[in-house]
């Protein structure tokens, strides 16, 4: 399989009861009621594993959803992204029962100060032996800036003007304040590591001051593999700078094509390789046997699905209380704090289209592929070939249900296509994202690659 072409597949999940499609937790064949249990989550990536998955992916959230109606009590009784948590918390645990899987999880840059983060990304990069991804997010919801004690919500692009700080710190701390010789763990000189070779990083900033030196020795990758969830125009820009993978949520496979060709193109803009970016599709995959029981399997879903808990979630992430739209209403240009990145994700699928408020509840948090392995495989295919994408985040609608219909189903079709990987490669996460041609660290490439510290020229990969 040539570099970079083949599919990589992420499972998709948050460490609570109703994740994205909603109502689906009253099933008996799920088991979502189980989050707070370690079992499930076991069990979830041990089969993940065996179907050769590049990694589980959690999304996280600090706070509740009350857009909708003014009020969370929508989202607190359908359980939307509520309870919900910590991602990180699962880190070790999973990495501890599996050998290969990537550990990829969510946290925003206004939840945590980026010195303790530093040293949190490093302890689990340490503990899976260099398995670690972090999902970088800016927030939308109001309630976690309420909670974090910024007040309202700053503004979006503000956001992410912190989101480039925050980045800068942990690059420092992460690649520049331990050299690579630094530990030196002389038991006869009774020497541990070289003071001369472990350097504070003096940062002095619009947003944090931080002296340093890190807390952490370096771990496998230094920097996790950096993931970033965000499509507008700045959401953008802050991906070509700082991602090496990133999640999108495109309606359709034209909309897919036009957000990739806008990404790699702002990628060289900022210095990089077009392949330095990995784009992975958020998508569900009903699927079964027969067209027939795919489809009735699809009936179900439906009839569980949560209208209300839909416009919960919805409204969250458009930061717009959709009960208040007429739903034949077109969306025009509804600006928002919140994610600007779906609405052009609509103009990017269909530019002719007028979209209307109805659409974003129906479309938004399904995008959907339904069918028998065979057509399942058909269509990813075509996601990969003509959207373009390098991924993708599959969703559930029962877990681990889903994930058991797509390996049991889909995966073995994909391998004798030979899109999806058979075995997994050797090495770090990153190693193994980008099939070998990155080493264990950043690509020297990425900006981050600049503040490393007494590392000759020429081995700086
Ligand atoms: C596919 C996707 C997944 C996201 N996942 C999360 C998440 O788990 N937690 C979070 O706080 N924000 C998440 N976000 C929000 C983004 O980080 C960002 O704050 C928001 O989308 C606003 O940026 P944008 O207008 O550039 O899209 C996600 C966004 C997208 C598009």
Redesign the pocket.
Known sequence: MPAQRRLRLNAFT?NVVSHIVQGQWTREDTRQREYTKLDPWVELAQLLERGKFDAVFF????GAYDVYQGSRDASVRNAVQFPVNDPSALVPVLAHVTEHLGLAF?L?ILQEHPFSFARRASTLDHYSDGRVAW???????EN?ARNLGYGDLPL?DT??DRGDEYLEVLYKLWEGSWEDDAVVADRERGIYADPAKVHEIGHVGEYYDVVGPHLSEPSPQRTPVLF?????????E?AARHAEAT???AQNIRGARANVDDLRARLVRHGRHPDDLLVFQ?LTVITAATEAEALAKEREVQEQLSEEGTFAVVSG?LGADLGAYDPDTPIGDLRTN?????I?GLAEAAPDHTWRFGDLVKRIANTRIVGTPEQVADELQAWHEEGGIDGV?LTYTTTPGSFVDFIDGVVPVLQERGIVQREYREGTLREKLFDGQVGPRLSPRHPGAAYRRGVPAGVRS
């Open positions: 948050m999304a996280d959230v600090v969510t925003s999902n970088i997010v800016t927030s939308y919801l976690a979006h956001r992410y970033q969830a965000g499509s507008s125009e700045r959401g953008r802050f999640f999108i949520v958020g992430w919140s994610q600007e990145g779906i052009k985040n």
